[in-house]
């Protein structure tokens, strides 16, 4: 069973501050996503990596894929309340499958 | 677009019964996925089909669960008989699944509790 383990599970820290989310596995992984969910609501998709060591900066985000593509990282600079939500990174296995194994998650609360 | 859209949004049913849920996918796409999201296990994939077919049906726990698409734009999820322990947030995801796209969009699931 390919598992997506992420770190830390929670997290909560004050408005302004950095912080980085970790999403490490033994499997590699044909590409990976970060989602982001808040309460109520299905996930919703932040970025997708395909290439080892891909950097990908959505505003204040920044998303980098391992070389390997068995990890992946997420760093948020100047954190906001509006960041506070369920972090989760989701990798496909495969080239011809669409089967998406989640991470842990990381449930991050940003503090004004 | 109005999105993935899943029904009902809240269900509460007693343990026995018969559970039906919905999901109408984004039009266009040919991927649809269901999850099942609980506190303890975090998001599971149930079951995708690839243009209407099933690919994968690893994920559905036991035969008390069943899926179908009998058509691109509709799939249903069925429990019989419910547990308790099915209680959880189901969510319907869907893609455009070809070349190098990945990307799933998620409905806004139904939260179903079993007593």
């Known amino acids: 069973t390919q598992l997506l383990e992420q770190s830390p599970q929670f997290l909560s820290i004050q408005e302004g501050e950095n912080l980085t989310v970790y999403c490490n596995s033994s499997s590699v992984f044909s590409s990976l996503q970060w989602y982001r969910q808040e309460p109520g609501e299905g996930p919703v998709l932040l970025v997708t990596?395909?290439?080892?060591?891909e950097v990908k900066k959505l505003k204040r985000l920044t998303f980098q894929f391992g070389d390997a593509r068995k990890d992946s990282s997420l760093h948020i600079t100047a954190a906001q309340p509006g960041d506070t939500g369920l972090y989760l990174c989701?990798?496909?296995?495969?080239?011809?499958?669409?089967?998406?194994?989640f991470g842990t998650g990381t449930r991050l609360k940003v503090l004004a | 677009d109005a999105g993935v859209i899943q029904s009902p949004r809240h269900e509460v049913t007693e343990m026995g019964q018969e559970v039906t849920l919905r999901c109408k996918p984004i039009s266009g796409h040919n991927s649809l996925f269901w999850y099942r999201q609980t506190m303890m296990r975090g998001l599971e994939l149930l079951i995708y089909f690839n243009n209407n077919v099933p690919i994968d049906d690893s994920g559905m726990p036991e035969d008390r669960f069943s899926a179908k698409m009998p058509n691109a734009s509709f799939s249903t999820l069925k429990i019989q008989p419910s547990e308790p322990r099915d209680s959880a947030v189901y969510f319907c995801a869907s893609s455009f699944s070809g070349g190098t796209s990945y990307e799933q969009y998620f409905g806004p699931g139904t939260r179903l509790t079993v007593t």
């Open positions: 990596v395909v290439t080892g060591g």
């Open positions: 989701a990798g496909v296995v495969g080239a011809r499958t669409y089967k998406y194994i």
